[in-house]
């Protein structure tokens, strides 16, 4: 597997995407000794994280890199330097890799003709999150029985909330179609996406919605990437709660529905307070298998 940059689940092919996955969850992370001499690694991350950010900098280090990680308020992006700029200069530091983080929708087909080293997306604006959707779905192939694809394949994955600003959304979208997963939306009519793969659909109704689901990918309500004027008042939160809420009823059905969230989660708003022990949650798992996935990436893309 070597694509030139990840920017998009795109930028993979589905085999290539099986592969990663399969190697990042039964071989964990890559003993790191055949890689060549440790130069350093540059995460830019524009906007705050706790996941992404701490799982790629362990990661890197595991492979014996240094890191560099810079954000845009201390750093001369803040005197308008631009990303390019930035990034030219920390490969004149030794920079090999570069991660970015960015609330902002960045130009990544621009990014595409960075020469200099391969460029992660590590969630950029309200586009893609590729490594979000990738560790999703490695947390996913790790619980079906005997680890199968087409196990996977026959299930039902519904994803509700705020999917008009998710950029987990967008990474799932195009991720499911390449692999042929049942995937479906729901969401208040304003938050809808503005296009849908062939087979996948889109609902207001939450109940019709989850009908026959294997799990839920609950998604935070951004409220950080509200428009400029948008707000949101408690009437409008208490109706977001009642009418889009994921409850224990919503989960306790049959065998039970498997329960994932990218994070950080709103406790009391996208999901139940309750379920914070729910006993079908994947939420941890998903941030273990975030290491595993980026330090099997930065492998691949290193050597
Ligand atoms: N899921 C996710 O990207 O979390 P962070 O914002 O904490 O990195």
């Known amino acids: 597997m070597s694509p030139k940059h990840l920017l998009s689940v795109?930028?993979?092919?589905?085999?290539?995407i099986k592969e990663l996955?399969?190697?990042a969850v039964v071989q964990g992370i890559p003993y790191c000794e055949s890689l060549p001499?440790?130069?350093?690694?540059?995460?830019?991350?524009?906007?705050?994280?706790?996941?992404?950010?701490?799982?790629?900098?362990?990661?890197?280090?595991?492979?014996?890199?240094?890191?560099?990680?810079?954000?845009?308020?201390?750093?001369?992006?803040?005197?308008?330097?631009?990303?390019?700029?930035?990034?030219?200069?920390?490969?004149a530091m030794g920079c090999e890799l570069f991660i970015l983080r960015s609330s902002a929708d960045?130009?990544?087909?621009?990014?595409?003709n960075f020469t200099v080293g391969p460029v992660i997306n590590a969630g950029a604006g309200m586009l893609e999150h590729p490594t979000q959707a990738l560790l999703d779905l490695a947390t996913i192939w790790n619980q079906t029985a005997g680890r199968s694809w087409e196990a996977v394949k026959k299930q039902r994955w519904v994803m509700v909330g705020d999917l008009k600003r998710?950029?987990?959304?967008?990474?799932?979208?195009?991720?499911?179609?390449?692999?042929?997963?049942?995937?479906?939306?729901?969401?208040?009519?304003?938050?809808a996406p503005e296009t849908l793969a062939p087979g996948q659909t889109w609902t207001d109704d939450l109940e019709k919605g989850i009908k026959g689901a294997t799990g839920l990918i609950s998604l935070r309500?951004?409220?950080?990437?509200?428009?400029?004027?948008?707000?949101w008042n408690p009437r409008e939160l208490a109706a977001y709660i009642k009418h889009f809420q994921i409850t224990a009823k919503h989960l306790n059905q049959g065998e039970g529905l498997w329960m994932m969230h990218p994070g950080p989660v709103n406790w009391g708003v996208e999901l139940e307070a309750c379920l914070l022990d729910y006993r079908k949650s994947l939420i941890l798992e998903q941030v273990a298998h975030g290491m595993k996935v980026r330090s099997r990436l930065l492998f691949e893309l290193l050597r």
Request: without cysteine; negative net charge.
């Open 166 to 191: 998710s950029r987990v959304a967008g990474s799932w979208s195009a991720l499911a179609e390449m692999l042929g997963i049942e995937l479906h939306f729901v969401s208040p009519p304003e938050w």
């Open 106 to 112: 960045v130009d990544i087909e621009a990014l595409r």
């Open 10 to 16: 795109r930028d993979l092919s589905s085999s290539q």
């Open 37 to 91: 001499q440790a130069s350093a690694v540059a995460m830019i991350f524009m906007e705050p994280s706790t996941r992404t950010r701490t799982s790629f900098e362990l990661a890197a280090k595991a492979l014996g890199r240094r890191t560099v990680v810079l954000g845009s308020k201390e750093s001369s992006l803040s005197k308008d330097e631009t990303l390019w700029d930035t990034m030219l200069n920390l490969h």
């Open 21 to 23: 996955v399969e190697n």
């Open 221 to 231: 309500v951004q409220k950080e990437r509200f428009a400029e004027g948008e707000s």
